[in-house]
């Protein structure tokens, strides 16, 4: 382990937490104070560190950044995170020019610290070289975020779900799988196994969590199959409400006001356009905080194409706020809506007869390799009793000259040269001289045509048809 790196910052400093986007959509499951230390890590990685140094956690400074209180074990406690982060591997996923490969990293390469217990207010700790692409010199794609938004996270669930949805910030939204987003929360397939379990105490415990304490809100979407809940859409707001400082250790925050955070920029833009029908700035605000800005604008739109249409000429502002409460749609978006309807229909047709076309084409050959060992037991027999059947068939094939330029062509033999007993080793030859012997001994063969041919010649018609819907 190299040289500890030390660094102590004043208790109001901004301490930046940087990391690359790969990791922050890796795989792994720490607890809650394996999660505070690796984050106070991160914190003390300097931008001009070229390589990864020994950091020292003090007990002290890690407390503060967490606002927790002096429960007199918090040295047991860090020791015993950095002890278990050693063990700990971290997926990887990342994009090659052969395909997404995954990367199994250790977290740790080590960490240390003193005996004894007066001695015990801090510990040192490295990360493993192998994560040095993912720390240092982080030029684009990376999370950066205050470490003070974590300071009021208990759930290592919040905690993951408010990194993956700071990501997305700028863009405002991030859909995932109910599957993909297990898979990223580390959930155990025997976890949570109901939904409402699930939504109960991750996601709304989340969506509860980073309106109280962090600089970002979500609201979301469930997106089903049947009954089932199969994907969700997370909207992502700035929380307007979050205050920038944490308030003193031990003393519960408190959101400055309810719902979403809304941007003073987007009210004004929106209010531009309602306050001709009698709608105030604190209702559109309401109207926000309560349903969100897609929702809003989403009435917005219906009530213009309603208007346009001469559809609605009294009480546009009442009507408008129905719009945004009953969550109408306006005839543009329920046109674009079965348009895209019908592309998604049309694509999982696609799919299905992908897959439809995979299986037939499997069966098709599995028949043939059936076929194919019947027939030559059946040659087998022929050939015995007749020597020069064998014979007469290559002949054949080499008399038909379309034939022999297409086998020529097929397998780079040179037919002129062919050896009597070549025929066996080349599918293609084998299969033309299979033919011409069935031909020249149609009663051996009945049973078998009978068994094979017709469902062979309705499996080639299926897959060509097939074909053309994919």
Not at 36 to 55: E, G, H, S
Not at 211 to 228: C, L, M, N, P, V
Not at 301 to 311: G, I, R
């Amino acid at each position: 382990m190299s040289k500890s790196h030390k660094h102590r910052s004043s208790e109001t400093s901004v301490k930046l937490i940087r990391k690359a986007n790969e990791l922050v959509e890796a795989r792994y499951r720490f607890d809650i104070w394996e999660t505070r230390v690796f984050a106070k890590m991160l914190t003390l990685i300097k931008p001009d560190d070229n390589i990864l140094q020994l950091y020292d956690i003090h007990v002290g400074d890690l407390l503060k950044d967490f606002n927790l209180q002096d429960a007199g074990d918090n040295y047991q406690a860090v020791k015993q995170a950095a002890k278990k982060l050693i063990s700990r591997v971290i997926e990887i996923e990342k994009d090659t020019p052969e395909g997404v490969k995954w990367y199994a990293v250790p977290l740790l390469a080590g960490a240390q610290g003193f005996k004894e217990a007066k001695r015990g207010n801090y510990i040192s700790v490295q990360f493993h070289p192998e994560l040095k692409p993912y720390l240092l010199e982080l030029k684009e794609r990376y999370l950066q975020y205050d470490i003070r938004n974590l300071w009021g996270l208990s759930s290592v669930y919040s905690v993951r779900i408010y990194e993956l949805l700071k990501q997305y910030e700028r863009i405002g939204k991030r859909n995932f799988s109910l599957d993909d987003l297990r898979l990223r929360l580390a959930i155990q397939p025997d976890e949570y196994k109901l939904y409402g379990h699930f939504k109960n105490k991750i996601i709304l415990k989340a969506q509860a969590d980073l309106e109280e304490f962090t600089d970002i809100a979500f609201s979301f979407d469930q997106h089903k199959e049947g009954r089932r809940v199969v994907a969700l859409t997370f909207y992502i707001h700035t929380n307007q409400g979050r205050n920038a400082q944490p308030p003193k250790a031990g003393r519960p925050a408190k959101s400055a006001k309810k719902g979403r955070g809304v941007e003073a920029s987007l009210i004004a833009e929106l209010f531009g356009q309602v306050k001709f029908w009698g709608v105030t700035e604190t209702t559109l605000q309401n109207l926000l905080n309560e349903y969100g800005e897609e929702r809003v604008k989403q009435g917005l739109a219906c009530t213009l194409d309603n208007e346009k249409q001469q559809k609605v000429k009294e009480n546009v502002g009442g009507f408008f706020i129905r719009a945004v409460e009953e969550g109408w749609k306006s005839a543009v978006q329920l046109k674009r809506e079965r348009a895209e309807e019908r592309k998604r229909k049309a694509e999982a047709a696609k799919v299905k007869a992908a897959v439809e076309l995979q299986r037939w084409e499997e069966r098709l050959e599995e028949l043939l390799t059936t076929r194919r060992a019947e027939a030559n037991e059946v040659i087998r027999t022929l050939t015995q009793s007749d020597p020069f059947l064998a014979a007469e068939a290559v002949n054949r094939v080499l008399g038909n000259a379309s034939l022999r330029r297409s086998l020529e062509k097929a397998t780079g033999l040179d037919l002129n040269n062919l050896q009597m007993d070549d025929w066996r080793y080349n599918k293609p030859l084998r299969d033309a001289v299979i033919f011409q012997i069935e031909n020249l001994r149609p009663e051996q063969f009945k049973e078998l045509q009978a068994k094979f041919d017709a469902v062979v010649k309705q499996a080639r018609k299926t897959i060509e048809s097939l074909k053309r819907q994919v």
